[in-house]
C-alpha cells in the first residue's frame, strides 16, 4: 500500500475488513457517525483517530474541508465507497460523493492519491470458500454482533486475499465520477 498520504478505498463485506486493512497500513478510517456510539468498537475508532461523516448533504463541504485538512497534515484516510457492507459475493456501487476529498491538493502542490484495493474472503481451512460460506464471514443487515463473532471464531481459518491496485490522482480520472467508477471496476477485477 501506498506509504505517503492519501486515500484508500476498499470493499466492505465486514468489520472484520477493518483489522486486515488496518494490520497492513497505518490510516484512519473514515465511518458513519453512527459507528461513534457503538460499544467497543465506537471507543476502538475513536482511539484510532477515525474519522466520521454524516450522510447528509448539508454536511458535506464541512467534512470534505476536515478530512482535506487531513490529508494536509500527511495522514492516511481508508474509506469503504459503498457506503454500508453486504454479503461478501459482489461489490456493490461506489459513491462519487466520498470521492469529494481527493480533490484536496496538497501542500506541495500535488494531486491527492486514490489507491483501490479488493478484499475477499476465498478459502475456509485451505477449501475455496464459495458463496454460501462467505456469509459467514461477512456482517451485512441486521446480523447481531456478537452471534456473528462467536459464528464466525467457530468457523475455522479463513483466507482473506487483498489485491492492492496501483493509485491514481484526480486528473488521471478526470472527475469525481469517473474516479468512482474506475476504482470500482478495479476493484470489482480483484474481487
Known amino acids: 500500500l501506498m506509504e505517503d498520504s492519501g486515500i484508500i ?31 467497543v468498537f465506537g471507543l476502538l475508532a475513536k482511539l484510532q483517530r477515525c474519522s466520521f461523516i454524516e450522510r447528509r448533504a448539508t454536511r458535506a463541504k464541512q467534512q470534505t474541508t476536515e478530512l482535506s485538512q487531513r490529508l494536509a497534515d500527511g495522514h492516511k484516510l481508508i474509506l469503504f465507497p459503498e457506503g454500508t457492507s453486504n454479503d461478501g459475493n459482489r461489490v456493490l456501487p461506489f ?17 491527492v492519491k486514490v489507491q483501490p484495493v479488493s478484499i475477499a474472503a476465498t478459502r475456509l481451512d485451505g477449501a475455496p470458500m464459495g458463496r454460501d460460506l462467505r456469509a459467514f464471514y461477512s456482517w451485512y443487515g441486521d446480523m447481531d454482533l456478537v452471534p456473528h463473532l462467536w459464528q464466525f471464531l467457530a468457523l475455522g481459518k479463513v483466507t482473506v486475499e487483498v489485491v492492492v491496485h496501483p493509485p491514481m490522482t484526480l486528473a488521471q480520472a478526470g472527475s469525481r465520477k469517473e474516479m468512482a467508477r474506475k476504482c470500482e471496476s478495479l476493484v470489482v477485477q480483484g474481487h
Do not use: C, R
Not at 11 to 33: C, E, Q, R, V, W
Not at 95 to 111: C, I, N, R, Y
Open 9 to 39: 478505498v476498499a470493499n466492505h463485506a465486514s468489520y472484520l475488513d477493518i483489522p486486515i486493512l488496518g494490520s497492513m497500513t497505518k490510516g484512519g478510517f473514515i465511518a458513519k457517525k453512527e459507528v461513534a456510539s457503538w460499544p
Open 95 to 111: 459513491k462519487s460523493t466520498l470521492f469529494g476529498v481527493a480533490e484536496t491538493v496538497l501542500p506541495d502542490g500535488s494531486q
